[in-house]
């Protein structure tokens, strides 16, 4: 098997917490069913106006490890912090 080089990066512990530029340990933690989880689908989301994500939303749609039921995730986010973004459903006003 191929050895792929490791970068500094790649050593980095990885803190269950989304993202804050000024302290890691001040953004929310990750859902729990989210870790260890199968990612189905990854990408952004066609969802323009008022409800769209800042920074284009990032959407990952995944199975968590001990379940079969696909679950959606979309977050928002800026130069300084990740977050998790609702959109309202259809039914919604």
Do not use: N
């Not at 890691?24 to 969802?47: E, F, N, S, W």
């Not at 995944?62 to 977050?75: H, Q």
């Not at 977050?83 to 919604?92: A, K, L």
């Amino acid at each position: 098997m191929k050895r792929i080089a490791q970068k500094g990066s790649d050593r980095a512990a990885v803190i269950p917490r989304w993202p804050d530029f000024f302290d890691h340990q001040r953004g929310k933690r990750v859902p729990v069913d989210l870790i260890g989880a199968t990612i189905v689908a990854i990408g952004t989301t066609d969802v323009y106006g008022r409800d769209r994500p800042e920074g284009g939303g990032l959407v990952i749609d995944y199975m968590p490890r001990a379940g079969s039921d696909v679950r959606r995730i979309v977050l928002a986010f800026t130069e300084v912090g990740m977050w998790r973004h609702r959109i309202p459903s259809p039914d919604e006003d």
